[in-house]
């Protein structure tokens, strides 16, 4: 390559960068310092010639020179080494640790690691919404207070609940003072979204009982009187991870190779207990899949819900989702 930059021989440039690239590529497992390597190398190629080529040399050579550079950018600069192989599987949490957390979350647990009654429900609830309705983050905090919508459905004779997940009409507006401003990922996020009878329960006991009366608009409310920010989001997930018992830890660990619960591991369980349950009820893979894009705002070509197939056969999951929830909410019930 040396002997190629100070002849300016463009040729043997490009057939050098080619086979560098090439060997890059191939390796077994390349990862993002190859890709750097890649990007810096080819920078200082073209830089350097880009230099050599000012000198006094003839001004037909330097036009040709010049068009191999542009050739030589526009070939390469496009080129990407690929990233390692990383496993497709998304992981759902196991079900000993779902359990563990609705029996730290109960508001009324003993070892529950909110001191607050205010608090614990503020976790609790954010905990149920992103669990059971497959929420982001930026969702979940754009809710409003009034969220929850019900109507009478004649056909079924009962009463059905539902949420909207939509841009707030409050998100630039002075009340919403967090910093970091929440917001919808994309219009396919946009979406309507049924609401069990007992997660309606649960919102209205929240705002009814543990919200307070703050000046702003949103469902979720600190100590503060201020907006569930992205921040104290984390930070209250940090304070669940670090209680949870360490037989939990073990299997944490041992199954999603991590210690930490995060918002949007609820997110993945939803959708692996959400498939797991249309799969059970009938549906063929490609309905399924597709009701969950819709269920949880991905486009009608989204591969991501593909990714969670392979994990809905985690059958404890679903027992611990549809059997202890029920019996836990029987008892929130009753808290006035």
Known sequence: MDDAIADLDEVRLAEILESWFISIRNRAEPTSADEARWRTGLVFVTTVVTWLSKTSLPIERLRRIDGQLHRLTTLYGQLHVRKGRQTSRIRSLPAAVIEALYEMLDPESRINPFSRQRGRWLAFLAFMLMLHQGLRRGELMLLSADVINSAFDERQQRTRHWLNVSLSQYADDELDSRYSRPSIK????????????????????????????????????????????????????????????????????????????????????????????????????????????????????????????????????????????DERLAVLRAIP
């Open 186 to 325: 994309s219009s396919n996020a946009i979406r309507q979204l049924p609401v069990s009878a007992a997660t309606a329960g649960v919102v209205q006991s929240y705002v009814e009982n543990y919200r307070g009366k703050p000046d702003h608009p949103f469902l979720l409310n600190t100590q503060q009187n201020t907006p569930l920010s992205t921040e104290s989001l984390t930070k209250i997930f940090a304070k669940i991870s670090a209680n949870l018992p360490p037989r939990t830890i073990k299997e944490l660990v041992d199954r999603n190779g991590r210690s930490t619960v995060t918002p949007h591991d609820l997110r993945h369980t939803c959708a692996v207990v959400r498939l797991n349950q249309l799969l059970r009820q009938g549906d063929s893979m490609e309905e399924a899949l597709q009701k969950l894009r819709s269920f949880f705002g991905w486009s009608r070509e989204s591969q991501m819900p593909i990714r969670y197939a392979g994990a809905v056969f985690e059958d404890r999951l679903s027992t611990v989702w549809n059997d202890s929830l």
